[in-house]
């Protein structure tokens, strides 16, 4: 991984996944402003992006999730929004919202987008189409969340989420309530 620079480095990973059919592992380059996929060997294959706010580009792009059917979910993190490309990294849509601030991490269980919001501090949960559906505030529900950067759901729907800040896990349950860190 990471031979396709000059330098033969990677220029600031930050997000990685591995595709759900276990084809690619697609990797977000932070100040190269791009995503990388590669093959699990990993030889490149291809890449998308650039700086910028226009479709395909990005700023500083985060964190990334490969959905069951292999689109690509990417957190354009100054842009204040989700990317959605095909497997190929062909531009699909975007996932916005009013109330979107700093996206650092996206997760997509059946259909369903969990965005961990840096800025707002909290985790929104949209439709694959875009539709907010609900979001967990950590201090609406008990938790004081500061920095968060990284999320995960384990399998009955409960969000663990790193704070940088106070460093430590907080942990909510499948209905947002706050349970323990």
Same mark, same amino acid.
């Given at each position: 991984f990471?031979?396709?620079?000059?330098?033969?480095?990677?220029?600031?990973?930050?997000?990685i996944?591995?595709?759900?059919?276990?084809?690619?592992?697609?990797?977000?380059?932070?100040?190269?402003?791009?995503?990388?996929?590669?093959?699990l060997?990993g030889?490149?294959?291809?890449?998308?992006?650039?700086?910028?706010?226009?479709?395909?580009?990005?700023?500083?792009?985060?964190?990334?999730?490969?959905?069951?059917?292999? !689109?690509?979910?990417?957190?354009?993190?100054?842009?204040?929004?989700?990317?959605?490309?095909?497997?190929?990294?062909?531009?699909?849509?975007?996932?916005?919202?009013?109330?979107?601030?700093?996206p650092?991490?996206?997760?997509?269980?059946?259909?369903?987008v969990?965005?961990?919001?840096?800025?707002?501090r909290?985790?929104?949960?949209?439709?694959?189409?875009?539709?907010?559906?609900?979001?967990?505030?950590?201090?609406?529900?008990?938790?004081?969340?500061l920095?968060?950067?990284?999320?995960?759901?384990?399998?009955?729907?409960?969000?663990?989420?790193?704070?940088?800040?106070?460093?430590?896990?907080?942990?909510?349950?499948?209905?947002?309530? !706050?349970?323990?860190e």
């Amino acid at each position: 991984f990471g031979t396709i620079h000059d330098d033969g480095k990677m220029k600031k990973p930050i997000g990685i996944c591995v595709s759900a059919d276990h084809n690619r592992v697609f990797v977000t380059q932070f100040s190269l402003n791009a995503v990388y996929a590669y093959k699990l060997d990993g030889t490149f294959v291809r890449c998308v992006g650039e700086e910028g706010d226009d479709e395909g580009e990005f700023n500083e792009p985060y964190g990334v999730d490969v959905d069951e059917d292999c !689109y690509v979910y990417v957190c354009d993190r100054l842009n204040d929004r989700v990317q959605v490309f095909s497997k190929r990294l062909k531009y699909l849509s975007q996932i916005t919202h009013r109330d979107m601030e700093s996206p650092v991490d996206v997760k997509v269980i059946n259909d369903v987008v969990f965005v961990l919001d840096e800025g707002v501090r909290c985790v929104k949960i949209f439709t694959t189409q875009g539709r907010l559906m609900s979001q967990i505030i950590s201090s609406a529900f008990g938790g004081r969340i500061l920095d968060p950067y990284a999320f995960d759901i384990d399998l009955r729907g409960w969000i663990y989420i790193s704070d940088c800040k106070r460093n430590c896990i907080q942990v909510f349950d499948v209905k947002g309530n !706050y349970k323990y860190e």
